[in-house]
């Protein structure tokens, strides 16, 4: 951890946009996650990668078994430079690597062995499930899930807009375990890497700033 580098780049940001990242850092969690898959709806996605930058959920996985789309900047409203986007080829491997990252893989489904939002149990570490507009989430995917939820409803209306379902569950989630006496906060280490991470993405020619950096240093 060069903590001199990040002084040196930080001094190329204003005041505000060092202090912006410390406060938005500080709410910050990889303890949940998000999965999408093969969401059609290019909108969709977009406005998702929004709510998880929103809530303060870190990153996201874009599964693009079926449909392989670029995210639309428009709609994340530059919410995708803060936010990391896996993008994964199948729902095995995304479930497979997630698993290994320590996840319960949880899908988003009114089954019937489903948990109400409410009662979602946040001590754990977890990657949220969402699936497509018409189909909801393949077969593997349930089949492959820890846990189910769903969000309840008392209308006519059966289901709800993905991007819409992801807002209300991450707001939910998040504001829970924020309350709870999980330490779901970003270590030290991860604070730094994304720090830097960030203040590199302010700076034109970053690479030749670095590069005097280090040969001022010898």
Known sequence: MDQDLLTYLQSFLTERRVQLFD??????????????????????TS?????????????????EEVNAKRIDR?????AQKWVDVARHNSASSCIKSLREQGYKIVATSPHKDAYRLEEFDVTEKA??????????????VMEEADDFIYI???GFTESLN?????AITLQHIMTKLKSSAVDWRF???????????W??????????IEQRYLDERG
């Not at 428009?74 to 530059?78: K, L, Q, V």
């Not at 270590?187 to 991470?197: G, N, R």
């Open 23 to 44: 406060k938005v850092l500080r709410e910050r969690t990889t303890h949940f996650t998000v999965a999408v898959e093969d969401v059609y709806q290019l909108h969709n």
């Open 199 to 208: 203040t590199r993405k302010m700076i034109k020619d970053v690479e030749r």
């Open 152 to 154: 309840p409803m008392v």
């Open 127 to 140: 990657a949220i499930f969402f699936g497509r507009e018409t189909e909801g989430l393949s077969d593997l």
């Open 162 to 166: 993905i991007s819409v379902s992801a």
């Open 74 to 78: 428009e709609i994340a409203m530059g």
């Open 187 to 197: 270590s030290e280490q991860e604070l730094f890497d994304k720090k830097i991470a």
């Open 47 to 63: 406005a998702v990668i929004r709510s998880c930058e929103s809530f303060g959920v870190q990153e996201l996985h874009v599964i």
